[in-house]
C-alpha cells in the first residue's frame, strides 16, 4: 500500500468517526446552486464561497469550462435537484493556458508518460507508446480569462437544456488574493432572459 493511500485512508477514518449529523444531509442542495470551476488544487469553493456540506454542488474540471459533461452535470442538478442559481469560476495562473490543443495532442502521440515545462515550453520524455487519441478531442485550452469565462457562460446560456430562468454568473478566482473578480461581459451573457 502507498503513503499517500495510507494516508488518505486514515483520513478518512478520522472524518466517518465525527460524522454524525452530515447522514441526514438530503440530496438537494440547500442554499440551491451550483458552481462549475477548476480542477486546480489551490482553488478550495467551500471556503472562497463559504459552503458547508450540503450547501451547493461543484463541478470540477481542468479550467472550470462549459464542456458536453459539465453542462449534463449542470441540467441535472436543476431539473433533479432544484438549483436555482449558476457560478462559472475560472482563475487566474490556469494550467489551461499553458498550452494548446497542437501542443497537447503532439506530446500524447510522443508519449503516455508525464510530460515536464520549463521557460521554453512542453516537453516529453519521448519513449512511446503514444496515442494519437488526442486528435479528436477538444482540449478545451484558455487563451484570456475573461473571453473563456464569457464564452463558457454564453454556452450555458444558449444550450436548449438550460431554462432562461435561470442566472448564470462569471468569475475569476484570483490565486493570489483568494478574490472572486466579476467578468462584466459574463455577467451581461448570463443574466436571467
Not at 499553458?98 to 515536464?116: D, W
Request: include cysteine; charged fraction near 25%; proline fraction near 5%.
Amino acid at each position: 500500500m502507498s503513503t499517500l493511500l495510507k494516508e488518505v485512508l486514515s483520513a478518512n477514518e478520522a472524518y466517518a468517526k465525527n460524522f454524525g449529523d452530515k447522514a441526514k444531509l438530503p440530496m438537494p442542495p440547500g442554499r440551491h446552486f451550483a458552481i462549475l470551476t477548476c480542477m486546480d488544487a489551490r482553488l478550495d469553493p467551500a471556503k472562497y464561497a463559504g459552503l458547508a456540506e450540503g450547501d451547493a454542488h461543484v463541478i470540477r474540471n481542468a479550467g472550470g469550462r462549459a464542456s458536453d459533461d459539465a453542462i449534463r452535470s449542470l441540467v441535472i442538478s436543476y431539473k433533479l435537484l432544484g438549483t436555482r442559481e449558476w457560478f462559472v469560476i475560472h482563475h487566474t495562473d490556469c494550467g489551461m493556458e499553458t498550452f494548446t490543443n497542437e501542443i497537447m495532442r503532439k506530446l500524447l502521440a510522443s508519449s503516455l508518460k508525464a510530460a515536464t515545462i520549463d521557460a521554453s515550453g512542453w516537453h516529453d520524455s519521448g519513449e512511446g507508446p503514444g496515442s494519437t487519441e488526442g486528435e479528436y478531442i477538444d482540449w478545451l485550452t484558455i487563451g484570456k480569462q475573461a473571453q473563456s469565462v464569457t464564452s463558457d457562460v454564453t454556452r450555458i446560456r444558449n444550450h436548449p437544456l438550460v431554462p432562461v430562468v435561470i442566472p448564470i454568473y462569471g468569475y475569476i478566482y484570483d490565486v493570489k488574493t483568494g478574490r472572486l473578480v466579476e467578468v462584466p461581459e459574463a455577467k451581461e451573457a448570463g443574466k436571467v432572459k
